[in-house]
């Protein structure tokens, strides 16, 4: 980027033009001023100008803001064509006067804005120079902070990765664990059942012995019923012998009579093969009834003791599985909390990077603001700059012009006084026109080069 400075202009025209002297001698003057009228923004702009010329004959005379000269002598009239023209001249004299005042002090406060602003844009670049110059800019390696930060978030994806694991593994135990309390409930109450069922054959087998009982005391009754009816039996064949043996034996015609002992013999046999069927009955049925109910007791047992085994083993596995869900649970609880520590200091360090980060964002912002000002001002510099080089082309070349013009009018009306006109004209210091720009270049707000150059 260029920076253009308006340094230096010489306004040795208007040194040139304001003039005072006071003398008695015929002379012919001729002067300009033109005004430059700028429109709204400094655009439209227009140049006016008035001339006025005048001659006296011998006697005095002065010359007055380089754009007016009033002579007087014995005719009492200007030099031009009859004295008797003076009223009329004199009062548009006065005005042309006026304005040329006003036109002077105008240009006089266009140079002066123009020393003013070129002060300030010398100011403000020497400031820039001094603030690009001692305004060091640092930049700070942070790729190690990356790397490690690259580490981190492989770490902590690592950590995820594990942890949605062992996560996966206690729903997997979990599972597990449901399972086994649903087979743990399935065997508890198939131990229930078959306790039930136990408690119902220990009482059959209570209702069997007592019934046991009940048959032996009746067998042990029917014994000794038996024991009785053989004694009495035996104590009655004795006594039918005895009575048999005593007595005469007396027959007697009539129908025979049925032999005790074999009726009490055959009533024994009877009774024993009654009693023994009875027996053996009731003792096949009680053995049948005992195999039985040793069956079921030993299937129940048999059972029981696998159901009790298969119970040992499910405590011992949900145990097992209840410490293994307790490690993984801390062990989850010691990964949250390194996780947490990890976001929390890495969010730390990106907070201050972030705050670093806007830090130079505002600057650059603010530089950018800068540059945009200062290329304001320089525009608004250049725009000025180039309409007063404009005004200064067109005043000089009014200048020029009005010279030639008035120079020739001046020679054919006033031709009594070459000589004085030629010593006035030759003592003016020549008209100059110095202009320097200073180029200045600058790359990313370092200046790069600075050079001068004269128009």
């Known amino acids: 980027m260029s920076t253009f400075s308006f340094r230096d202009y010489s306004s040795k025209q208007v040194a040139s033009s304001i003039r005072s002297a006071c003398g008695m001698s015929s002379q012919v003057i001729a002067r300009r001023a033109p005004s430059v009228y700028a429109g709204a923004g400094g655009y439209g702009a227009r140049i006016s100008y008035s001339v006025f010329s005048s001659g006296g004959g011998d006697g005095g005379g002065f010359g007055y803001l380089s754009g007016l000269s009033l002579g007087g002598g014995s005719g009492g009239g200007f030099c031009g064509d009859a004295g008797g023209d003076a009223g009329g001249e004199l009062g548009h004299s006065i005005n042309e006067k006026a304005t040329m005042i006003n036109l002077n002090d105008r240009l006089a406060i266009y140079l002066e804005k123009v020393r ?7 100011t403000l670049e020497k400031q820039i120079r001094e603030w690009s110059q001692n305004r060091v800019i640092v ?39 449901d399972d086994f309390s649903a087979k743990y409930e399935n065997e508890l109450a198939m131990r229930q ?5 136990i408690a119902g054959l220990k009482r059959l087998l209570d209702e069997l012995s007592l019934a046991r009982s009940s048959l032996e005391t009746e067998i042990e009754g029917l014994k000794e019923e038996l024991v009785y009816l053989k004694k009495n039996h035996e104590e009655e064949l004795l006594a039918l012998h005895s009575q048999v ?9 009539a129908a025979p009579q049925q032999d005790m002992s074999r009726v009490l013999e055959e009533m024994r046999m009877q009774y024993e093969g009654i009693a023994d069927k009875n027996r053996r009955e009731v003792e096949a049925w009680y053995k049948d009834k005992f195999e039985e109910l040793n069956k079921q007791v030993t299937t129940s ?30 062990m989850k609880s010691a990964l949250e909390v390194t996780v947490a520590e990890t976001e929390g200091s890495y969010g730390a360090q990106l907070s201050q990077l972030q705050v670093f980060i806007d830090r130079l964002e505002a600057e650059l912002v603010q530089l950018r603001m800068d540059m945009e000002r200062q290329g304001n001002e320089y525009k608004m510099l250049l725009d000025i700059k ?12 009014l200048l020029d012009g009005e010279d030639a013009s008035k120079f020739s009018s001046s020679t054919s009306t006033a031709s009594t006084a070459p000589a004085v006109v ?17 180029i200045v270049e600058e790359v990313d707000g370092v200046v790069v080069d600075t050079r001068e150059e004269m128009i």
């Open 116 to 122: 003013t602003l070129e002060a300030s844009n010398a």
């Open 139 to 177: 930049t700070q390696d942070y790729s190690a902070y990356w790397k490690t930060i690259a580490e981190l978030q492989g770490k902590i994806a690592v950590a995820n990765m594990d942890n949605a694991s062992i996560i996966l593994q206690i729903d997997n135990a979990k599972l597990a664990a």
């Open 193 to 197: 059942s078959v306790e039930a069922d």
């Open 245 to 253: 043996g005593g007595t005469v034996n007396v027959e007697v015609d």
């Open 301 to 330: 047992t048999e059972v029981l003791q696998t159901s009790k085994s298969e119970i040992s083993e499910l405590r011992r596995t949900l145990q097992g599985l209840e410490i293994e869900l307790q490690s993984q649970l801390s």
């Open 386 to 397: 180039t309409r007063l080089e404009m005004e200064i082309a067109e005043y000089m070349r």
């Open 422 to 438: 030629n010593a006035v004209e030759a003592t003016e210091p020549p008209v100059t026109q110095v202009m320097k720009i200073m």
